[in-house]
């Protein structure tokens, strides 16, 4: 991407809302003509309206479920038959769900696989091949998260499709380079998305005035959506692997590979104080849905 985004195909996933939305405007308003789906139709229709008042070019685009193979699987094989493949392909759609394992669902561990991990799945099987075959390189973009390299509290099925997609991109990023795709690796901290106010807690009541001071105080920390879309653009236009979104996450993640001992004591610590947080003395406990 060294010579700019202008006139490049550009499939972005999750582009009704958040960091999704902020990437398709930004990739506007850089000339990338755009090929857009989301789950939510009406966000997803938002977003192509105003791309387009940006002056951009949406040539297709589709509310569909990632987690659905044979809905991603339609939709590429339509696109392909209408147009020539992706320069640039990235998954950012995405949703998150805390608990501890007394409390997680079977179907909350379900959906972060079925979304998180599996849907960035279909989208590669369906998209990089004809990537691969037009033999013009590109990009292949993953939003992973912080949860993705580090252990986060409460985050155990969350991190199981983050550190997974994490392997799944180091892989892909040696396997293609010889197609001189690049593959670069999102891992955003706190960023202020619609996703932070609807995250699940597992049995967790978010009405709480503790639990809702602790949500304000994360939000307090997060950074702009259009913020992580400009070091998006950035790394990738770079052909980074580890793009971070905050100082923060690279600092936690080099504690981490650096001073292993140190970091398991902060990190014990940390769930403590996460624990005591989320779960205030009076508040009431919701049994798994």
């Not at 685009?61 to 392909?89: G, N």
């Not at 998305?193 to 609807?198: A, E, I, Y």
């Not at 080099?254 to 004591?265: G, M, N």
């Amino acid at each position: 991407m060294v010579d700019g985004f202008a006139g490049k195909r550009a499939f972005v996933t999750g582009a009704a809302s958040g960091i999704g939305r902020a990437t398709a405007l930004r990739l506007a308003r850089e000339g990338a003509e755009l090929y857009l789906t989301d789950v939510n139709a009406d966000g997803l229709s938002q977003t192509v309206a105003d791309a387009r008042s940006l002056g951009a070019v949406v040539a297709e685009h589709r509310a569909l479920d990632i987690a659905d193979y044979d809905a991603v699987a339609q939709f590429a094989a339509d696109i392909h038959t209408r147009h020539p493949a992706m320069d640039i392909v990235m998954n950012i759609a995405g949703i998150s769900a805390w608990g501890t394992v007394e409390q997680l669902t079977h179907r909350q561990w379900r959906s972060m696989i079925d979304v998180n991990l599996m849907g960035p799945v279909h989208v590669i099987e369906t998209f990089l091949p004809p990537m691969v075959a037009a033999g013009r390189g590109g990009q292949l973009v993953n939003v992973s998260s912080a949860a993705g390299l580090v252990a986060l509290p409460w985050h155990a099925a969350y991190s199981a499709s983050k550190f997974g997609l994490r392997g799944l991109s180091e892989v892909l990023r040696f396997d293609l380079a010889r197609h001189d795709i690049g593959v670069s690796l999102v891992v955003p901290g706190a960023v202020n998305t619609p996703l932070v106010q609807t995250v699940q807690i597992a049995g967790v009541d978010r009405d709480h005035p503790k639990v809702q001071r602790w949500v304000k105080v994360f939000s307090g920390h997060a950074v702009s959506p259009e913020k992580v879309a400009d070091r998006i653009l950035a790394g990738i236009s770079r052909n980074r692997y580890l793009i971070y979104t905050s100082p923060d996450i690279w600092a936690l993640y080099t504690f981490k590979r650096l001073a292993w001992w140190p970091y398991s004591v902060a990190m014990t610590r940390v769930n403590v104080f996460f624990t005591r947080a989320l779960r205030p003395r009076g508040a009431s406990f919701r049994p798994p849905d």
